[in-house]
């Protein structure tokens, strides 16, 4: 069997909001409660426990690279790849 997951970069993920002391930036309590929400679920613990039931489980276990893969810019059936927007991620 293939498991196969999204590459995720945890340090990225849970980076400050953009601000100072004096001047904070725009919604860092929120980001500051989002960051705190990543963490206590242990991603990364996750991920290497789903790596090791894999190789227990003799099947292969795979991170994919979004950014170089895009799969939410890449058509299902044919494989093309357009560039879109938010609001516009149907094929």
Known sequence: ALIATERLTVKNMTRSAKGTVEKNGKMVKQK???N???LNTAPTMTLNLLRYKAE???SEFVEVPTKQVKPSQTCPDCGAKK???LADRWH
């Open 36 to 38: 705190r929400e990543i």
């Open 56 to 58: 227990e489980a003799s």
């Open 83 to 85: 560039k879109k927007s």
């Open 32 to 34: 500051a409660g989002l």
